[in-house]
């Protein structure tokens, strides 16, 4: 295994090029003036897997952005991993935030800037670049592989589930590998073992049928900018605590055991605030914060906007006013249940004076947990300590990978979440950047963890 590691540092500035080529392509996947780039970047990531080495690399069309897909299974009675990722990337704005252009890569204090430099082509290449490392080197994986590379990861997935169903065959593996999330910090990896899942809804509420002058009006007609603020105000009261009934229904409180696993981690919470430029945090009394973040449910205002928000002043009562909104759900919540939830409450709470209108947003899913006594987990963590020469965390996310539980209930597959982005990497936002360290480091221990995978039968 030293001879790959050797042959990985010799071709580090190749690597690197390699991902300033694939971070140049805008692939903006909710922009349908992008759509050229997305198709190809598309091609690029297929031509990726090709030169790795990868056999049968298909391009397959969607109504929406391509999937491409690539195999090499020439290890019988090995395991098959399924790894997954996307090429497509988050929308710029605010693009007067950036230090430079968000498609031209700039490298600074070890880290490449760019858009989609961690979220998701530098961890999504990380995998490619650990097959070809070894298909060069020895001509054979320890493993089956099979890459599953989508292009609409940033808009909810709409399509990739359905092309799963229709591949179930095709796409049979006995785990998933996922690197779609974060380190715990620099040179300390982390295995996530627990996502919550996603529901999205947006609100439009109508009062009268015209915008109006507030002078001529004011006072005497419903604003239905007030009306929905009134509204959404009264979802959680002064501790956090979300007031729909039967919100957390099917919410199970933390094992002992898990809150003491994460109560010893290496957390700050001051280090934590101030990072953010705040003093104190706010949610849901009677938890840590690190319990509200990973395995309490949320409801978030998202977006929020009605009536004038240009220069100057504009005396108007709104006809409209919107929200966006987000729940964060945990195991055995529903995504349909919860989204009706929500909905009723809307309904039966609207002032009478106004009328609503809530639909929900495509995309979402169910929670996640990792088994921790769960053998690849534990494959994995023997990679990441012999390569980092630190102990793996176990943690959870607050976030959502929807496909990964789709994974589980479509394919019956478990998902190792081992992610390479550090806290600060600013996924999501102006200067999106990719540790270089931890990039060669991660690479070496996907080397590792395909090996040790081939043991775990």
């Known amino acids: 295994m030293e001879t790959l590691f ?66 090499w299974q020439k290890a019988p009675h090995r395991p098959t991993v399924l790894i997954y990722g996307h090429y497509d990337v988050q929308p710029v704005d605010p693009l007067d935030l950036w230090v430079q252009e968000p498609f031209t890569p700039r ?158 981690l290496p957390f700050d919470e001051t280090a934590y605030l101030h990072r953010l430029g705040l003093t104190q945090g706010w949610g849901e009394a009677g938890y840590t914060l690190l319990e509200r973040l990973w395995l309490r449910p949320t409801f978030e205002i998202n977006g929020l906007w009605g009536g004038y928000t240009g220069p100057g002043g504009k005396t108007v009562l709104p006809s409209q006013a919107h929200a966006k909104l987000s729940l964060r759900l945990v195991p055995d919540q529903d995504p349909d249940v919860m989204a009706e939830l929500v909905k009723n409450y809307l309904l039966a709470n609207t002032p009478p004076q106004v009328t609503i209108e809530v639909s929900r947003a495509p995309g979402g899913g169910c929670a996640v947990v990792v088994p921790q006594e769960w053998s690849a987990l534990q494959a994995a963590r023997r990679a990441l300590q012999e390569s980092f020469q630190q102990e793996p965390l176990l943690i959870g996310e607050g976030c959502s990978i929807p496909i990964v539980a789709d994974f589980e209930k479509m394919l019956g597959l478990h998902t190792l979440l081992i992610g390479f982005g550090l806290p600060d990497a600013q996924v999501h936002a102006p200067n999106e950047s990719l540790h270089w360290p931890t990039f060669h480091t991660g690479t070496e221990s996907l080397v590792r963890l395909l090996h040790y995978l081939a043991e775990d039968r």
């Open 107 to 264: 490298y600074h204090n070890e880290r490449i800037f760019a858009r989609g430099a961690t979220d998701d082509k530098g961890q999504l290449l990380m995998h490619i670049q650990a097959v070809a490392a070894i298909l060069r080197a020895t001509g054979a994986l320890p493993v089956n592989v099979i890459f599953l590379l989508e292009g609409e990861e940033e808009i909810g997935s709409p399509h990739l589930p359905a092309f799963i169903a229709a591949h179930r065959a095709e796409l049979a593996a006995d785990l998933a590998l996922v690197s779609d999330s974060f380190m715990w910090a620099e040179n300390r990896p982390a295995i996530t073992t627990l996502l919550r899942g996603l529901v999205e809804l947006e609100v439009v509420l109508t009062g009268p049928n015209q915008d109006l002058h507030s002078g001529s009006f004011g006072g005497v007609i419903a604003n239905p900018l007030e009306m929905l603020a009134r509204l959404l105000a009264s979802i959680k009261d002064d501790a956090g605590t979300i007031q729909i009934p039967g919100f957390y229904a099917a919410v199970r409180e933390p094992k002992a055991a898990l809150r003491a696993q994460w109560a010893a």
């Open 6 to 71: 050797q042959a990985l540092r010799a071709t580090r500035t190749a690597r690197q090029e390699q991902l300033e080529a694939y971070l140049r392509i805008p692939s903006i996947s909710s922009d349908p003036q992008h759509a050229p780039d997305m198709a190809r970047c598309a091609e690029f990531t297929a031509e990726l897997l090709r030169q790795a080495g990868l056999e049968q690399v298909t391009v397959h069309p969607t109504p929406g952005h391509p999937l491409v897909v690539g195999r």
